[in-house]
């Protein structure tokens, strides 16, 4: 069996609620980013770093992105919120990924 999920399987996991926390969105994640060449950073614990960086940071060729990753229901704090608004200021991408956007991010890492 093969660690490699195409377009179409990820799909149907996620229609499947495969994603049971923000955990098993983060490894799913971190599987597709490697798939497509990027390089992937997540603080694992980040009780110790000034609070509101984003979870995720992917670099590949000339491009870095900061992604927040929440649930479904899940809420940005206000320093969350602050450092979205501050990388999304400059000439990056940095996004709020949650489950439902799969389709979009499958997009935005094969680019």
């Known amino acids: 069996m093969s660690d490699t999920l195409s377009n179409e399987e990820a799909r149907e996991a996620l229609n499947r609620s ?3 926390s923000e955990a098993d969105f983060q490894f799913w994640l971190r599987k597709r980013a490697h798939e497509f ?9 980040s009780r110790r770093s000034d609070p509101g960086f984003p979870d995720t940071v992917m670099v590949r060729g000339d ?3 900061f992604a927040e990753l929440k ?3 899940g809420k940005l704090s206000d320093p969350q919120i602050t450092w979205l608004e501050a990388l999304g ?3 990056i991408e940095s996004y709020l990924w949650r489950y439902e956007d799969v ?3 499958l997009e ?3 680019r």
């Open 18 to 20: 495969q994603f049971k």
């Open 89 to 91: 200021g400059v000439d």
């Open 63 to 65: 491009r870095i992105i």
């Open 37 to 45: 060449g990027w390089l992937y950073h997540h603080n694992y614990d």
């Open 108 to 110: 935005i890492l094969q």
């Open 71 to 73: 649930t479904p229901k």
């Open 103 to 105: 389709d979009r991010i």
